[in-house]
């Protein structure tokens, strides 16, 4: 890659070796052989880095460096002297000079210099750019939505929020936010993060069902070398790497029993220790988890701790599912639909009525994700300016509970439901039937009532249903 090099130089023979030898390494280069002309050249040519002589005529190289700071305070500078001292090379270093080299320069090792700068700069450049454009995305604006449910929860946030901006020891309370699969819990651990006093700190996510559990310890915890038989060298963890920031356990539901009591320790006693070490060290992160699972049943269940449950809720949000969301589901659509068209490079685009009214009729078991992947497919798939139901591929499986899969045969309650007998708990027993029926198969059951797998999913969640019920 290209680079911008401005060499300040009085030794005209050195400046032109220098030049030469790094151009032919893909870079441009400018030489001045004053401090003056060379920070007249920094106004204008706009470096990425400056090799700056010591030794000069009329201002010295220290001189030259203050003002060169001023101008662009971020950039690299190696400095090159004739006379080096250690007082001299600590002076340099303490002003903010990258590297400092001595006459006789190798030119192997100026490039090598050179390089290292440089790549040093970029990965700055992109951590930056990277941090700033999650900072943007993770405020509490990515939360779309005017629903009803959607206000609510914002309102839920801001008010954590701005209690927390008020603590006096900074220890922030953990935070789970629930909600089906698709619903958006990543955004609103984000929108905690960098909408609240840790915004400037590290925000690192791991989903915990992503990964076996021998690994996720490690991951979560780090170790020390020889902690076991391929740990060669000592790995922070990434609770360590979280200090001062946010640390987001997703789907927390399915972490291993082993590692909860682990994270327990964690959240009541501020301390972590890498697998190997006998030391526990004190550490400041803010937990955030979140989860599609039912908890409470999951504690039932034996599957969850019932301390580390309640330790975690201490505040709890709970995303609401699309189709509980209205209006929202159009205005989601059609910024989806923007998003990706100006992505591929298409004009404005909208739906016909007809498919407004399919966006609202669907029941989107995969939530706003199924509703984002969706707009993508309709955009690279759609000719006009204009999308119909034909344009909007919904998926198989995603078809609304009162339509049919192909083939299906609704199953039929065994006899009339008493009479004042609730609906749901006439749904629930039919769930029972099927499921019992198929040995609890779901795409056999979801089959036989006639509705997809995601929602017969759905369903066993709400109503808690279990091989023993």
Known sequence: MTSAILIIEDEATLAKNMALYLARYGHDIQTADTAE?????????????????????????????????????????????????????????????????????????????????????????????YQRREASLGDLDGLLGDSAPMLALKRRIAQLIEA??????????????????GTGKELVARALHYSGPRRA?????????????????????????????????????????????????????DLDL?????LLKLLEEKT????????????????????????EQRVRDGLFRADLYFRLRIIEFTLPPLRER????????????????ARYGRGRLDFDPAAQTLLMRHTWPGNVRELRNLMEQAVLL??????????????????????????????????????GARLEDV??????????????NITGAARQLGISRDTLRYRIEKYRLSSKS
């Open 37 to 129: 002309s060379g920070l007249a050249e920094m106004e204008r040519y706009k470096p990425d880095l400056v090799l700056l002589d010591f030794h000069l005529p009329g201002m010295d190289g220290m001189a030259a460096l203050a003002k060169l700071r001023a101008i662009s305070p971020g950039i690299p500078v190696i400095m090159i002297t004739g006379h080096g001292t250690v007082e001299l090379a600590v002076e340099a270093m303490k002003a903010g000079v990258y590297d400092f080299l001595t006459k006789p320069v190798s030119l192997a090792k100026l490039r090598i210099l050179v390089d290292r700068a440089l790549g040093e700069t970029r990965r700055e450049e992109t951590l930056s750019y």
């Open 164 to 181: 927390e901006s008020h603590l006096k020891d900074g220890d922030a309370p953990a935070v789970l936010v629930t909600g089906e699969t």
């Open 201 to 253: 700190q590290p925000f690192v996510e791991i989903n915990c069902a992503a990964i076996p559990a021998q690994l996720l310890e490690s991951e979560l915890f780090g170790h020390e070398r020889g902690a076991f038989t391929d740990a060669k060298e000592r790995k922070m963890g990434l609770v360590e790497t979280a200090a001062g920031g946010t640390l987001f356990l997703d789907e927390i539901g």
């Open 258 to 262: 082993g590692l909860q009591a682990k």
């Open 272 to 295: 972590v220790r890498r697998l190997g070490s006998l030391r526990d060290q004190k550490v400041d992160v803010r937990i955030v988890a979140a989860t599609h699972r039912p908890m």
């Open 326 to 341: 209205g209006a929202d589901i159009l205005a989601l659509a059609r910024h989806f639909l923007a998003l990706h068209a």
């Open 382 to 419: 759609s000719s006009g300016a204009v999308l119909g139901p034909e344009q909007l591929h919904l998926a198989p499986l995603a078809l609304e509970d009162d339509e049919a899969l192909p083939g299906a045969t609704l199953a039929a309650p065994e006899a009339d439901p008493p009479t």
């Open 427 to 440: 749904e629930r027993n039919m769930l029972l039937a099927a499921l019992r029926n198929t040995g609890w």
